[in-house]
């Protein structure tokens, strides 16, 4: 059964430094991993969407890596701001034929950028 | 190209009464999932449709819940006889038609369910 884990579950920023998520997962055979941005009472923004294959995905001040052997993924900030405060939900799509729709959610890191 | 729709934002039930939460896939999505949010929990996998199909409702508690996803209209998730431990936020999402494995999800803004 995969379990998906997010370190820290909060963290408390100054505006300006750079930070990262951390995300691991227990199963590596995954389709793809996806990092979420979740405003409160909001529903789930996408934020980045790396395939199995890759290593990274940039966007902006946003950089994802993976590494699927080892079952981990990090999300960078750079330079943060106060509107980049919200809590930040990795989730992973797993191989095989019918549990391969589903994504599997850890519980978020709540990130707050102070000013 | 509006995304994925959901309606009610915000839903009070009382206990025992029936509640219908509807979800409209972007266009030209054919895949449907729903999750659920209970407070201070993670979101859980519930249901995954396809138009007039259930692919895999694993997710789905055994009693009370029921997900549709007709050939006209919306996905309909329906929860009979609601209980408190059903307030949660729910949740759908959307992918293309095959929903092949490199796409992502694209998620609705949700349905709010508060049972008094």
Redesign the interface.
């Known amino acids: 059964k995969q379990e998906v884990t997010q370190i820290p579950a909060a963290l408390s920023v100054p505006e300006g430094e750079n930070l990262v998520l951390n995300c691991s997962f227990t199963d590596s055979a995954i389709y793809n991993l996806q990092w979420f941005r979740q405003d409160p009472g909001k529903g789930l923004t996408s934020l980045l969407l790396i395939q199995s294959s890759q290593r990274e995905q940039t966007s902006g001040r946003l950089n994802a890596s993976l590494d699927k052997s080892s079952g981990r993924s990090t999300l960078y900030i750079a330079a943060s701001q106060p509107g980049d405060s919200a809590t930040y939900l990795c989730a992973v799509r797993a191989g095989g034929e019918t549990s391969g729709s589903r994504l599997t959610f850890g519980e978020g890191t709540q990130l707050t950028v102070n000013p | 190209n509006a995304g994925v729709m ?1 309606n009610p934002r915000h839903l009070v039930r009382r206990r025992g009464q029936e509640a219908r939460l509807r979800c409209s896939p972007m266009k030209g999505h054919s ?1 449907v ?1 729903w ?1 659920r949010q209970l407070p201070e ?5 519930m249901v ?1 449709l396809q138009k007039e199909n259930i ?2 409702e ?2 789905m508690p055994k009693e009370r819940f029921s997900a549709e996803f007709p050939k006209e209209g919306p996905s309909i998730l329906r929860i009979q006889q609601v209980v408190r431990g059903d307030s949660a936020a729910y ?1 759908c ?1 959307s992918s293309p038609l095959g ?1 092949p ?2 796409y ?7 349905t ?1 369910l508060t049972v008094v």
Do not use: C, M, V, W
């Not at chain 2, 929990?41 to 996998?45: A, I, M, N, S, T």
């Open positions: 959901q895949h999932y999750y929990e993670g979101l859980k996998f995954y692919i895999d694993s997710g949740f999402a929903g494995p490199n992502g999800y694209t998620f609705g803004s949700g709010r």
